[in-house]
């Protein structure tokens, strides 16, 4: 995903893999927790927060996209108050079909934080952050594999990932446009109703500077012994930063 909001360096990619597999007819989900006791940290919670925002009310959002308009110029986009211009993959018409889009979606209900799924995100989170690997394929295979050892999905099961410093509202504004993403995929699958229960970490990249990992299902059957994955976390909220400093726009390869 190339498309980025004014005023910060994008370094971002948001990547979806569904898997439309079906293991129990049982849709179970997870009570949601305050924030202050979830195990999330204040990046990640924003991020889960923003998503429920833009699930609520998917026309703001809409509104919100409808004001870069004149940041664009053909295919490429000027950041606001930068030199800084990035070319994107469709220009203006994938932000106006996120549009039409956005207006003609109903609202949703909030996803419930899965605590299972939360774990199966960090694993990916930390594993990623500590090779600098991108994409939904991990040492334990794909998030279907990934989330075995924390508990069972039910319904459909699928995963977003994002690579950059992008705020919680930029990072669910580059979902929503999903830039050079024929399916719309990101988009469909944020605004789901299929979808009740949501899995996330955020930790630094080490080519990227930040990644978060947005794991989603039905719904999810935590194991009563699944433990947080051990190892360098490198959580978001850790005072990384991205050092790249260039203003030629880099990404990682697609999937």
């Given amino acids: 995903?190339?498309?980025?909001?004014?005023?910060?360096?994008?370094?971002?990619?948001?990547?979806?893999?569904i898997v439309s597999f079906s293991n129990s007819p049982t849709i179970r989900s997870q009570t949601t927790r305050v924030s202050s006791s979830n195990g999330l940290s204040?990046?990640?919670q924003d991020l889960l927060n923003e998503i429920n925002l833009a699930r609520a009310q998917p026309k703001v959002y809409a509104s919100y996209l409808e004001k870069l308009k004149p940041l664009f110029n053909g295919k490429a986009y000027k950041v606001a108050g930068q030199d800084e211009v990035i070319t994107t993959e469709e220009g203006w018409s994938a932000v106006e079909d996120a549009i039409k889009f956005l207006?003609?979606?109903?609202?949703?209900?909030?996803?419930?934080?899965?605590?299972g799924l939360r774990l199966a995100a960090q694993?990916?989170?930390?594993?990623?952050?500590?090779?600098?690997?991108?994409?939904?394929?991990?040492?334990?295979?794909?998030?279907?594999?990934?989330v075995k050892p924390f508990g069972t999905w039910q319904g459909g099961i699928g995963e977003n990932l994002s690579y950059g410093d992008e705020s919680a509202?930029?990072?669910?504004?580059?979902?929503?446009?999903?830039?050079?993403?024929?399916?719309r995929g990101h988009r469909k699958r944020l605004l789901s109703g299929?979808?009740?229960?949501?899995?996330?970490?955020?930790?630094?990249?080490?080519?990227?500077?930040?990644?978060?990992?947005?794991?989603?299902?039905?719904?999810?059957r935590d194991l009563t012994t699944a433990k947080s994955p051990t190892g360098n976390q490198n959580k978001s909220n850790s005072g990384a930063t991205n050092t790249n400093k260039s203003k030629t726009t880099t990404k990682p390869p697609s999937f």
């Fill in 42 to 44: 204040q990046a990640e």
């Fill in 169 to 183: 509202r930029e990072r669910v504004l580059t979902w929503l446009i999903d830039d050079g993403v024929a399916s």
């Fill in 123 to 146: 694993a990916h989170s930390m594993e990623q952050s500590g090779t600098g690997a991108t994409g939904h394929k991990g040492g334990s295979g794909l998030v279907d594999e990934r």
């Fill in 103 to 115: 207006r003609a979606a109903k609202p949703q209900g909030p996803l419930n934080l899965s605590n």
């Fill in 1 to 17: 995903m190339k498309v980025r909001l004014a005023g910060v360096a994008l370094l971002c990619c948001v990547l979806t893999l």
């Fill in 194 to 220: 299929d979808y009740k229960v949501a899995g996330l970490a955020c930790a630094s990249h080490p080519e990227f500077g930040k990644m978060c990992v947005l794991t989603l299902a039905g719904g999810f």
